[in-house]
């Protein structure tokens, strides 16, 4: 694994190690585990057993990017976070915590409560002035590799050339975020977003090919349809093709892990440590 150097709020973090990030769902359209019911104090104490398990990153989302998910109103995306953002920075403070959204209201809205890190997965599709908010404020941005924008709708056919337009997607992207001033960046390949079932495998195979970009990268791979798809299984039963995909995501340079279930992550950042 390669060292990688990402300034947030003034705080240089390196990615040595393999990080953890924790997904929390306040969705009840997600495709797996979704957190809604939870009260803030239930949030809290499920959000402090996820950081005793080890996750490094906490990534909290309000809507659902599941291939043709309804879109969700920003009013009402930010009535889900409510309250949930500052707490949460309250109460763990020196964890990062990551807003997965794609709404410029939303995302302005997190960056007031305190968050960290936003997690765009319409491939850069803000707009200009919510970038500078986030360059203003010091916080880190995840560019996805979706060409779809804020719709995820599920693709048959493959492209010719996935791992290339992959390269040209972030080399384009990131020159155009350089002239906002937004520079600390991760990128993370977008499994399942507005991609074939081959396509998602082509991107991971290469996943290597990314490092040329000298960029942290963020694997999202968990209980995804890529896995419980191609083993004819459930969501609830791909824990072991996540495991699976996320060694070999880790092994080709992968610098976090996006998961739902952070103890076995965990296991799995140990042993490979004890391979290295």
Known sequence: MQSRLIHIKGKLYTFN???????????????????KKLSDPSLIGHVENLISDGAD??????????????????????????????????AFPSTLLSIDSCNNETISFAIDEGADIINDISGGMLSNDTFKKIARNNLAYILTYNRGGKYNRKIEKSHENIVGDSLLFFSEKLAQLANLNVVDILIDPGFGFNKSLQDNFKLLKHASNLNILQRPTLF?????????????????????????LNTFASLNGANILRVHDVAEATELK???????
């Open 17 to 35: 190690d393999l990080w953890i990030m924790a997904i929390i769902n306040l969705s009840h359209e997600s495709f797996f585990e979704h957190h």
């Open 57 to 90: 990153i906490i990534d909290i989302g309000a809507l659902s990017t599941r291939p043709n998910a309804e879109l969700l109103s920003e009013k009402e995306e930010i009535k889900r976070f409510s309250t949930i953002i500052s707490s949460l920075k309250k």
């Open 220 to 244: 999202g791979l968990s209980r995804k349809s890529m896995i419980y798809n191609s083993l004819e299984t459930t969501p609830e039963n791909a824990l072991n093709g996540t495991s699976v």
């Open 270 to 276: 140990k042993l490979l440590s004890l391979l290295n």
